[in-house]
């Protein structure tokens, strides 16, 4: 099992250094797809192999089988 985790940021208002002035966004669909190559994969009409909903903080978790193909 592969277990990929992010976080997703939006521009906000401000400037704090610790997170150059973006914010978390919370209750965003986050897909991942499967490329066939080491370059931009941005084919919206694949299938994603993992979905998930970012939580109130932005974060989110995908897990997929190490051996997916």
Known sequence: MVVLAGRVFVPGPGGLPVNHGQIPLGGV???LFLCEQ???C???L???IGMVTTNG???FRISVA???Q
Do not use: S, W
């Open 57 to 59: 903080d932005g974060t």
């Open 66 to 68: 190490k051996d997916h």
């Open 42 to 44: 941005f084919n919206q």
């Open 38 to 40: 080491r370059t931009p």
């Open 46 to 48: 694949a299938n994603p």
């Open 29 to 31: 669909a986050v897909n």
